[in-house]
């Protein structure tokens, strides 16, 4: 990549959903509590979208502000690739949708599903056509509506999700800045380790299938913590290979907030300090492919990284999937 033209995050903007769902709301409608919560998540609280509204809502207020970060009008946008595994509907794509809503008729538009890696593959995509030089102004993302695939009659899964939606805009870069590396990978043969079973054409939609919850989020938990572990060291590793450097020169590394073990847990393996890897599981859940975007809007806006501070961004989820994004600033 280091002979092609590289992509460089020039806005980015995040949507939120106005309510709050806390381990307290939650005490009064599963068996469990905040402190069992806290210390096997790190999860405080999670956002709930309000009934009425969709992905595409959320995402238009993320997209909007990316634009105007980036200084774009929606008419300047080349191609629209949405990363989400709750879409509006099977078909159309929410991209389309979302492209009607912002008026970016010049547009191409997809949706990319591929868990909570679906920011990263998005991103990842998105570059090759900038560095192909097909395309110059590239919205990217990642929108999740969780709450909508959740069981919230099971304590195990019920705890660990939010809604949300974050958004950037990519475009070539003009002097060294932007994706040096990225690192994609799947494992088809875990397929069942984290799933919605029904709503395809495998399981269409039936009384017998709503009456067993096979709509919802279905997850061996033990099975997934052992797999990031894994696969999120793994990853951190073959990008700083390839570029002849280690963990110490990273400014900072955005993981998927999946689980705070998990982030502690890989934080100290690759003897990382805390303000190095932002963490905001504490107040979102876990977002799927809004996770990563969200938390970088949220140290954009404050200003943290500064021209040439080299930023890495890991995330793992169904599939399985797994991949990573090095970047200069």
């Not at 078909?91 to 008026?103: D, H, I, K, V």
């Not at 495998?202 to 572990?229: C, D, R, V, W, Y």
Request: aromatic share 6%; with cysteine.
């Amino acid at each position: 990549m280091s002979n092609r033209v590289k992509s460089v995050i020039t806005g980015s903007g995040a949507a939120l959903p106005e309510r709050v769902i806390t381990n307290n709301d939650l005490e009064k409608m599963v068996d469990t509590n905040d402190e069992w919560i806290l210390s096997r998540t790190g999860i405080r609280e999670r956002r709930k979208l309000e009934d009425g509204l969709s992905s595409v809502d959320l995402a238009d207020r993320a997209a909007v502000e990316a634009l105007e970060k980036a200084g774009l009008k929606a008419a300047d946008i080349d191609m629209i690739i949405a990363a989400t595994v709750t879409p509006d509907y099977p078909t159309p794509s929410t991209s389309c949708l979302l492209q009607a809503r912002l008026g970016a008729f010049k547009a191409a538009a997809m949706d990319l599903s591929a868990g909570c890696t679906g920011f990263i593959y998005a991103l990842a995509v998105g570059s090759q056509f900038i560095s192909c030089g097909t395309y110059k102004n590239i919205l990217v993302v990642g929108v999740e509506i969780l709450s909508r695939v959740t069981d919230w009659d099971d304590r195990s899964t019920c705890v660990l999700f939010g809604d949300g939606a974050g958004a950037v805009v990519l475009q070539p870069a003009t002097g060294d800045s932007g994706i040096v590396s990225f690192s994609l990978h799947s494992d088809g043969r875990g397929a069942d380790l984290l799933k919605i079973p029904a709503g395809g054409s495998m399981i269409p939609a039936s009384h017998e299938s709503l009456q067993n919850k096979m709509h919802f989020i279905k997850m061996n938990g033990n099975e997934i913590f052992k797999f990031a572990t894994r696969v999120v060291e793994d990853t951190l590793n073959q990008m700083m290979q390839k570029e002849n450097i280690t963990a110490a020169d990273l400014d900072y590394l955005f993981l998927h907030q999946a689980n705070l073990r998990i982030i502690d847990y890989i934080r100290k393996r690759l003897r990382m300090p805390e303000e190095k890897v932002p963490v905001n599981i504490d107040r979102y859940g876990n977002m799927s492919s809004a996770t990563i975007p969200i938390a970088l809007h949220e140290y954009i806006v404050k200003g943290a990284m500064k021209k040439g501070d080299l930023v890495a961004m890991v995330a793992f989820g169904a599939g399985l999937t797994w991949g990573g994004i090095l970047m200069k600033w």
